[in-house]
């Protein structure tokens, strides 16, 4: 069975800082991975995905994840926070029927 | 590529009330997916359909939770006799077929649903 677990449920950043945040995995196949942007009152959006092939990730609004198996992690980055980035962010794992299976989320604040 | 979209945005009933709630996927995508998202959490997985047909159904999905899709277009989930752990976020998903594993999945802004 997959899991995901972010560390983390809160994460404070001060603008153009670094952003980092924690996502491990579990899975008894080799994992599909993928990091979503939630706004408030918003469905999710997909910032990028692990399938196979090249392990660091690159997604959108400068966002980049690197799959690191022997650590079982996809933690996502991103090099200078904007205030837009302020938001939730879910790391999920495809389970077997193609579902997501989605971490508890890391809520992002960005301090001017 | 309007999204998927859902309907209402919000509903607030009385306990004891039946709800239901519409979502209509990207056109061209096949497969269409329910999750529930309570305060604090991440979603969680409800059903799928790969068009009309409903191929898989979560342990949280009791029997007052029933999904259709008649014509693999549209998507309704109905809930009978609400109870107050039914308020969340319900979101729909669709994705094109493919090779499931690398097909994103699109979400739509879900209903929240609120028991009085």
């Known amino acids: ?112 | 590529d309007t999204g998927v979209s859902q309907d209402p945005r919000h509903k607030i009933t009385k306990r004891g009330q039946n709800v239901t709630f519409r979502c209509d996927p990207i056109s061209e995508h096949n497969r269409l997916y329910w999750y529930r998202q309570t305060l604090g959490q991440g979603p969680e997985f409800l059903t799928y359909f790969q068009n009309e047909a409903q191929l898989e159904k979560s342990r949280l999905l009791s029997d007052r939770f029933s999904a259709e899709r008649p014509k693999g277009s549209f998507s309704t989930l109905e809930i009978q006799r609400t109870e107050q752990g039914d308020s969340a976020m319900y979101l729909c998903a669709s994705s094109e077929t493919g090779t499931v594993s690398n097909q994103p999945q699109h979400f739509g802004d879900g209903t929240r649903l609120s028991i009085l």
């Open chain 1, 1 to 112: 069975a997959q899991s995901v677990t972010q560390l983390g449920s809160h994460v404070s950043v001060s603008e153009g800082a670094l952003v980092l945040l924690r996502c491990n995995y579990s899975s008894s196949v080799p994992p599909y991975l993928f990091w979503y942007v939630q706004y408030p009152n918003q469905g999710l959006q997909l910032l990028l995905k692990y399938t196979t092939g090249a392990t660091l990730v690159k997604g959108i609004n400068g966002f980049e994840a690197e799959f690191k198996k022997s650590e079982t992690s996809f933690h996502l980055t991103k090099p200078s926070a904007h205030m837009s980035d302020a938001a939730e962010y879910f790391c999920a794992v495809r389970g077997s029927q193609g579902n997501l299976i989605f971490g508890k989320g890391t809520k992002l604040s960005v301090k001017p």
